[in-house]
């Protein structure tokens, strides 16, 4: 069974720190880009990062930027995301992505890329 389960949500005040991991079984991890997305309420889910399969992060979004650090440990078969100096804005239902590719160095924040998503851990920050 090919699945992606996220970890690590929860409830932070407002200039805190949360690190988020995400595990994949059922796929070859280290042939996949890989991406965290967020939803929050009321609002169109966005890419946050996305991170080839070299490892290399290709893409942050404008408003994280120096904020959030992307990583992926292919032995482990783990995403990773650490958020730093956490806004309220943050608040959201954050998902990880696994997507196949042949760029070995290449990601992309389309969702579109994405063909295996997760459930979704919450991250409420609050002010």
């Known amino acids: 069974q090919v699945q992606v389960v996220e970890s690590g949500g929860g409830l932070v005040q407002a200039g805190g720190s949360l690190n988020l991991s995400c595990t994949a079984s059922?796929?070859?991890?280290?042939?996949?880009?890989m991406a965290w997305f967020r939803q929050a309420p009321g609002k169109e889910r966005e890419g946050v990062s996305c991170?080839?399969?070299?490892?290399?992060?290709?893409y942050y979004l404008d408003s994280v930027k120096g904020r959030f650090t992307i990583s992926r440990d292919n032995v482990q078969n783990t995403l990773f995301l650490q958020m730093t100096t956490l806004k309220p804005e943050d608040t959201a239902m954050y998902y990880c992505?696994?997507?196949?590719?042949?760029?070995?160095?290449?990601?992309?924040?389309?969702?579109?890329?994405?063909?295996?998503w997760g459930q979704g851990t919450q991250v409420t920050v609050s002010s």
């Open positions: 059922g796929l070859s991890f280290a042939t996949y880009a």
């Open positions: 991170i080839s399969r070299s490892g290399r992060p290709t």
């Open positions: 992505a696994a997507g196949p590719t042949v760029s070995i160095n290449g990601c992309t924040e389309s969702m579109n890329a994405y063909n295996t």
